[in-house]
């Protein structure tokens, strides 16, 4: 047996077990759980040191439904934080996209900027913290660079003139000139205690100011951050940020299978442009200091249909060279595929997970590496685990072995491990059929009519959506 798990506080480990569990990733504690991911983990570690040289990147993440995307958004999270970057994620849902008539990327600008995150914040809402420190940093530089206390009478004139030296660089960038008067708005209203300001601003910067009107009677400017160019203002906090003392800024956004979910082809256009506007500022050199990491299922990326790879630009630009298509892993390439985890490193996080959830409940572990390995002989013993099975199946199943094991103390791990229940096939993840404006329900369900026990249907005999299935179908 290995050594034993480090000590894992109680409350870190209930959210990690209960996290698992559920088919989430825990938000604290995941150094306690990581396994594997080293190359991909590397080489995004990589993209930070040119994110704080002054650079940009982007990154696409690739993997089925718990292949471990979200966990290793997740531990990029905790280690651009632990360096030093502001960090700000969001899942992307049929209410947030990066386009939309009815204000979905505003929203989405509005849940990055809710969830802006440092070492000192990591639970998100840093907006305050972040704009203090700033304040503070260029009171600490007047301090030691020109040797002036807050009492002396240059002390505020000095100040003045940092600030207008700080925020005249970002003056350069698109909608730089207003985000830098509102910046030094906040500097006054900092130095003259008015809360009142300070919270108008904070909610400008929050883009919470629904039209230019409200912004223009509260603050005085004349713009309030809209759905078509918000992105423009991630770019600004980005450079902001370097000034503010951090590293620079990551975005982190998943469950892109949202926009491939998007029912209108055009609606979905405008969204994969908007990938497309960012993915072009990064790589170019349009962009400093700013790196985007997004997730999605390979069916999101590639499908030519719906997928971004429908959108030429974005396929010409992320599709695979024949080299890396020899079996050849390149994970310099925008596209990074998630492999599945080796049984080695699964055994690994099993055995992390029975000290945590020993020491969780309070109770010596019983189940030792003979059970483990039979645990996990087992789970890839079963019809279908080779293409089908993830690491978030093995977690689920073996959480839920370790809880009956504690509630019932007579059970044995072998015998259940050897019962009927745990040797039923995998089950293959389908997607769920998507309605057409104009379909009739009975044209969804079932899919096909072979799938509905009438027998074969040829491709000649198939209706337009049963002819789709035909084309996809893959040997």
């Known amino acids: 047996m290995t050594e034993p798990t480090t ?46 040289d002054g650079g940009a990147s982007f990154r696409f993440l690739v993997g089925r ?6 966990f290793l958004l997740q531990t990029i999270r905790n280690h651009a934080m632990g360096r030093g970057f502001v960090v ?23 849940e990055l900027i809710r969830n802006l995150s440092t070492k000192t914040r990591p639970e998100g809402g840093a907006l305050n913290l972040i704009l203090d420190r ?7 530089q007047v301090q030691v660079e020109d040797g002036l206390v ?17 925020v005249q660089s970002l003056q350069e960038l698109v909608h730089g000139y207003d985000f830098a008067r509102l910046l030094t708005m906040y ?56 000034g503010a003392g951090y590293q620079g800024l990551v975005v982190l956004v998943d469950e892109l299978v949202n926009l491939y979910k998007i029912p209108n082809a055009i609606s979905r256009q405008y969204n994969y442009e908007k990938i497309l506007t960012m993915y072009n500022d990064t790589l170019q050199g349009k962009a400093s200091h ?36 020899g079996g050849f892993a390149d994970l310099l390439a925008p596209v990074i595929e998630l492999q599945p985890l080796t049984h080695e490193e699964l055994l690994v996080l099993v055995e992390k997970l029975a000290d945590i959830h020993a020491g969780l409940f309070g109770y010596e572990r019983t189940i030792g590496q003979d059970d483990l390995m039979a645990f996990l002989q087992a789970e890839f013993g079963r019809v279908g685990a080779d293409t089908h099975l993830t690491p978030r199946e093995v977690i689920r199943d073996f959480v839920e072995l370790l809880d009956i094991l504690f509630q019932n103390p ?45 027998g074969h249907v040829s491709p000649a005999q198939a209706t337009p959506r049963q002819q789709d299935e035909f084309a996809e179908f893959k040997i």
Request: charged letters at 25%; a neutral charge; proline letters at 6%.
């Open 7 to 52: 000590h894992v506080p109680r409350r870190i480990a209930a959210v990690i077990v209960n996290s698992l569990k559920g088919g989430v990733v825990p938000r604290v504690g995941l150094p306690y759980v990581t396994v594997g991911r080293e190359r991909e983990i590397q080489a995004l570690l990589h993209d930070l040191e040119l994110v704080a």
């Open 65 to 70: 439904y718990g292949s471990g995307k979200s």
């Open 88 to 110: 700000c994620d969001a899942d992307l849902s049929p209410e947030r996209r990066f386009q939309g008539g009815n204000g979905q990327g505003l929203a989405t600008y509005r």
């Open 134 to 140: 700033w304040v503070s940093n260029v009171q600490a």
């Open 150 to 166: 807050p009492e002396d009478a240059g002390f505020s004139p000095a100040m003045e003139a940092r600030i207008l030296s700080t």
């Open 187 to 242: 500097w006054h209203a900092h130095l003259e205690g008015d809360d009142d300001t300070k919270a108008n601003v904070t909610r400008w910067f929050r883009g919470e100011y629904r039209n230019k009107t409200e912004a223009r009677q509260e603050l005085g400017v004349n713009i309030a951050i809209g759905d078509d160019d918000w992105y423009d203002y991630l770019k600004l906090f980005a450079a902001f940020l370097r």
């Open 290 to 325: 700013l790196g985007i990491i997004m997730s999605g299922t390979p069916q999101t990326i590639q499908d030519r249909r719906r997928g971004l790879y429908s959108y030429e630009a974005l396929r010409s630009r992320l599709t695979q060279g024949r080299f890396a298509q």
């Open 410 to 454: 007579q059970l044995d791990a072998a015998d259940l491990l050897g019962s009927e229940q745990f040797q039923t096939p995998v089950a293959a993840p389908r997607p769920a059929p998507t309605r057409r404006a104009n379909m009739p329900a009975e044209a969804v369900a079932p899919t096909s009519l072979a799938a509905a026990g009438q």
